[in-house]
């Protein structure tokens, strides 16, 4: 006779989820969860002190960051009387906007310019300073050509539809800038020209269709030409214009294209350079590719300067299949590896892509998430995390912030000889030095794919300061926007290198922390 031993088992005692984890509502909001010294074995070294400050745009002097807020032609892809109350508060200076021919001149030779000039003047009372791109084309003068899905525009060059076409586009462009020529300074030609979006059209409305081979682009040359026949147009009426050029799509495998637009002489009629360096992980190949386009700069003879124009990374992985886990996470630390990465290389302005969600109707219905604001609930915009960091750097990263060369190296925590492979933190790990008067900023990472899962791992940190100052030494995370105290340093003398700092044991991430002195807290 068997004993019915499960019988006399205890019921099992559940544990709630929240006792079991505490940040479970973390994990539950953003499907993962961020440094902590408390969780992550750095109490012993790390004392919270304050949250990152932060500043209005009309607040900051100058600076070299930027925002997309593109999208608001014909499309109005979000509301920005719900977005701008928001970005205010963020800190960047710079917002990049899309013209809207279609919408500005709806008869031909009236132009309505009521509806941007509430966006325009929203912006400059807000302290952001807006500059144009002038993109695509207009139905009234492009015969039977249909819009092109999804972005429901005209994504063809004007060149293609004879002198009529031509004619409309430069008297569109000087009745732009006579409107806003107190106002906006700097007007790029086109958008993406090597992507798609200055072609010609399809010879049937029926082959619009998602088929990349029937898309004809127009070659460097004719986009070329098209820059110089606007940069004519623009100065006419504001021969203080800043011209911008290229806004390359990808600025990857393109070298071609951009090698042809400075062999037809794109060089002589612009005064900055665009790009759109889209990839996950931002780092890779990055410096050699703008060495590429500032050799052909500097071969020009022209002083032209590069703005990074549009970038940036989703927080839901719909959003046009980009990454694998995209979550806000994951987007907060692709914001912060953008701005630092273009930041290392002093690039004049750095542009995130875009400030808001783009819903509206926009895509079938869905809500692309590319934006640092929340619009699911068209309602209720609200920050995402990927906001807060933005506010974070555009704080500390004001125009008074100077990058510098420096010595500030990352080590392994385990010991080192000739047979000891070196640990992955190390290797990967990238480094950046700036200064803010006479204080350091340190910048220090690892280079990985941003929708890769990242441990927390222990570093040992060495930084030779010279005539800076850093007695009192802080560390920064710009996501969750805390500044902790650094507990434990060692100032030691080694007679082949002088006098070092040593940071004992710190915590290296997949985005950039920053470590410089507690008097930055008062900048």
């Known amino acids: 006779m068997s004993t019915d031993y499960s019988s006399q088992l205890p019921v099992i005692d559940f544990i709630p989820q929240d006792e079991m984890n505490p940040r479970s509502k973390e994990l539950r909001q953003y499907f993962e969860m961020f440094f902590d010294p408390k969780y992550d074995g750095f109490q012993d070294e790390l004392e919270y002190i304050c949250d990152v400050p932060h500043r209005a745009s009309k607040d900051v002097k100058a600076s070299h960051l930027g925002v997309g807020f593109e999208l608001l032609d014909h499309r109005c892809g979000y509301d920005f009387d719900k977005v701008i109350p928001i970005m205010k508060e963020s800190g960047v200076k710079w917002a990049r906007l899309q013209s809207g021919w279609p919408r500005a001149e709806q008869e031909k030779g009236v132009y309505n310019f009521d509806w941007l000039d509430n966006i325009v003047d929203g912006l400059l009372e807000a302290g952001i300073q807006p500059w144009f791109s002038l993109?695509?084309?207009?139905?009234?003068?492009?015969?039977?050509?249909?819009?092109?899905?999804?972005?429901?525009?005209?994504?063809?060059?004007?060149?293609?539809?004879?002198?009529?076409?031509?004619?409309?586009?430069?008297?569109?462009?000087?009745?732009?800038?006579?409107?806003?020529?107190?106002?906006?300074?700097?007007?790029?030609?086109?958008?993406?020209?090597?992507?798609?979006?200055?072609?010609?059209?399809?010879?049937?409305?029926?082959?619009?269709?998602?088929?990349?081979?029937?898309?004809?682009?127009?070659?460097?040359?004719?986009?070329?030409?098209?820059?110089?026949?606007?940069?004519?147009?623009?100065?006419?009426?504001?021969?203080?214009?800043?011209?911008?050029?290229?806004?390359?799509?990808?600025?990857?495998?393109?070298?071609?294209?951009?090698?042809?637009?400075?062999?037809?002489?794109?060089?002589?009629?612009?005064?900055?350079?665009?790009?759109?360096?889209?990839?996950?992980?931002?780092?890779?190949?990055?410096?050699?590719?703008?060495?590429?386009?500032?050799?052909?700069?500097?071969?020009?003879?022209?002083?032209?300067?590069?703005?990074?124009?549009?970038?940036?990374?989703?927080?839901?992985?719909?959003?046009?299949?980009?990454?694998?886990?995209?979550?806000?996470?994951?987007?907060?630390?692709?914001?912060?590896?953008?701005?630092?990465?273009?930041?290392r290389e002093e690039i004049d302005m750095t542009s995130y892509f875009l400030c808001c969600d783009i819903g509206n109707g926009y895509l079938k219905g869905t809500v692309h998430a590319q934006g640092v604001i929340d619009a699911r609930d068209p309602d209720n915009y609200k920050p995402k995390l990927s906001f807060r960091a933005m506010?974070?750097?555009?704080?500390?990263?004001?125009?008074?912030?100077?990058?510098?060369?420096?010595?500030?190296?990352?080590?392994?925590?385990?010991?080192?000889?000739?047979?000891?492979?070196?640990?992955?933190?190390?290797?990967?790990?990238?480094?950046?030095?700036?200064?803010?008067?006479?204080?350091?900023?340190?910048?220090?990472?690892?280079?990985?794919n941003v929708d890769a899962d990242s441990v927390v791992m222990p570093i040992k940190i060495e930084t030779y300061i010279g005539k800076l100052k850093l007695d009192k030494p802080i560390l920064i995370d710009p996501i969750t926007a805390r500044v902790y105290r650094i507990k434990k340093l060692v100032n030691f003398c080694d007679g082949n290198y002088g006098y070092n700092l040593l940071f004992p044991r710190l915590p290296i991430l997949d985005y950039p922390l920053f470590l410089t002195d507690a008097r930055i807290l008062d900048k």
Not at 217 to 235: G, R
Not at 254 to 283: K, R, S, V, W
Not at 413 to 437: D, L, N, P, Q
Request: hydrophobic residues 35%; proline residues 6%; glycine residues 6%.
């Open 135 to 343: 993109s695509f084309g207009n139905g009234l003068y492009m015969g039977s050509a249909k819009p092109v899905p999804p972005h429901n525009t005209y994504m063809f060059s004007p060149t293609v539809f004879g002198e009529e076409c031509i004619h409309a586009w430069e008297n569109y462009c000087k009745a732009m800038a006579e409107h806003f020529k107190t106002r906006v300074f700097h007007w790029e030609v086109w958008n993406e020209p090597n992507a798609g979006f200055f072609r010609k059209p399809f010879e049937k409305s029926e082959e619009i269709a998602p088929m990349i081979h029937k898309i004809v682009w127009e070659p460097p040359s004719e986009y070329a030409k098209f820059v110089a026949i606007t940069e004519k147009a623009l100065h006419q009426v504001q021969p203080e214009a800043k011209i911008i050029g290229g806004s390359i799509a990808g600025c990857a495998i393109c070298n071609e294209y951009i090698q042809g637009l400075f062999d037809n002489g794109i060089a002589e009629h612009i005064d900055i350079f665009t790009y759109h360096p889209y990839q996950g992980i931002p780092e890779i190949y990055y410096h050699d590719r703008l060495q590429f386009i500032r050799d052909l700069i500097k071969e020009s003879g022209r002083n032209i300067v590069i703005w990074q124009g549009e970038n940036g990374r989703p927080s839901e992985t719909i959003t046009l299949h980009r990454g694998w886990k995209s979550t806000e996470g994951s987007q907060a630390r692709y914001l912060t590896r953008r701005y630092i990465t273009d930041l």
């Open 391 to 448: 506010q974070s750097f555009a704080w500390l990263f004001d125009a008074e912030v100077k990058k510098m060369n420096c010595c500030f190296e990352i080590m392994p925590m385990v010991a080192m000889s000739y047979t000891t492979r070196f640990c992955r933190e190390a290797i990967t790990a990238t480094t950046c030095g700036f200064r803010y008067k006479d204080i350091p900023i340190y910048s220090y990472y690892q280079v990985s």
